[in-house]
């Protein structure tokens, strides 16, 4: 994935840590998604856009989430992938097949699809109440990239958003 790094990073994870958050959330990282968390456990990236698209606006990722090590005291914390994904399915926000690892500068969810592996922008910011919630869900949902390793390959510095 090279020259792709996440800055302030919270204390570092092991091996270890990510199997306890794959058992937690239900599904197997990606190779890339476990070697970006042992050198760098979430933060600000290097790149920062998503503008692959050209039918939508750029995405600016604002914040990679971190794992919560064994011995986090607060691992509920929305700040950490397990306690974001646990609070949100619970309250019905995010549907449980996507585990959220970033969010944009607007709140809304960057997760991994655990069925397909695919990268989903989940936009919280569109539900509307009156709609039934599965609806809301899928109306949500927007197919960033096909693989974990194809979205962080895909991000770029500001200066390269065509705007």
Not at 54 to 75: G, L, Q, T
Not at 113 to 127: M, R, T
């Amino acid at each position: 994935m090279g020259e792709f790094k996440l800055f302030n990073s919270d204390g570092t994870v092991s091996d270890l840590d990510i199997d306890m958050l794959e058992s937690e959330v239900g599904v197997k990282f990606p190779v890339e998604f476990r070697q970006l968390y042992l050198s760098c456990n979430g933060g600000a990236p290097s790149r920062e856009f998503w503008a692959k698209d050209e039918n939508y606006e750029p995405i600016r990722v604002e914040d990679f989430k971190s794992i919560a090590s064994a011995r986090a005291p607060d691992k509920n914390e929305t700040k950490y992938i397990g306690g974001c994904f646990r609070l949100m399915v619970s309250r019905n926000v995010l549907p449980a097949h996507l585990v959220p690892f970033a969010v944009d500068e607007a709140g809304n969810f960057i997760c991994l699809d655990k069925d397909k592996g695919e990268v989903i922008y989940f936009a919280v910011d569109i539900f509307q109440p009156d709609v039934d919630m599965h609806i809301n869900h899928i109306n949500a949902q927007r197919i960033l990239s096909l693989s974990f390793r194809d979205f962080v390959e895909s991000l770029v510095d500001e200066d390269e958003v065509d705007q």
